[in-house]
């Protein structure tokens, strides 16, 4: 089994921060790809950010600058530093990993049971 646990969301004003944490564990191989991805109602959910096991990050347009994600391979953690947070930011955010549970297993996607973020005076 896999798990990924994820911690940080809440309630914080236009302008703030928060810092999302997911850690992954059980019986885990290898990690490909670590990633955060978010769900507003009525939307689709969206990849916010991705970090490889080597570092190599991407971002969807709207958090480049305002976003950060970054990786302890040790851990197994992938973070997500959010500063300048605005109203549109609110979604619950679901964290991803790619998995290898043996050598010659398939790699595999799981996700964390998502964490509420909300954006509001």
């Known amino acids: 089994q896999v798990q990924l646990v994820e911690s940080g969301g809440g309630l914080v004003q236009p302008g703030g921060s928060l810092r999302l944490s997911c850690a992954a564990s059980g019986s885990i191989f290898s990690i490909h790809t670590m990633g955060w991805y978010r769900q507003a109602p009525g939307k689709q959910r969206e990849l916010v950010a991705v970090?490889?096991?080597?570092?190599?990050?991407n971002y969807e347009d709207s958090v480049k600058s305002r976003f950060t994600i970054s990786r302890d391979n040790a851990k197994n953690t992938v973070y997500l530093q959010m500063n300048s947070l605005k109203p549109e930011d609110t979604a619950v955010y679901y964290c991803n990993a790619r998995i290898r549970r043996v050598p010659s297993a398939p790699w595999m996607d799981y996700w964390g049971q998502g964490t509420q973020v909300t954006v509001s005076s």
């Open positions: 970090v490889t096991s080597g570092g190599s990050t």
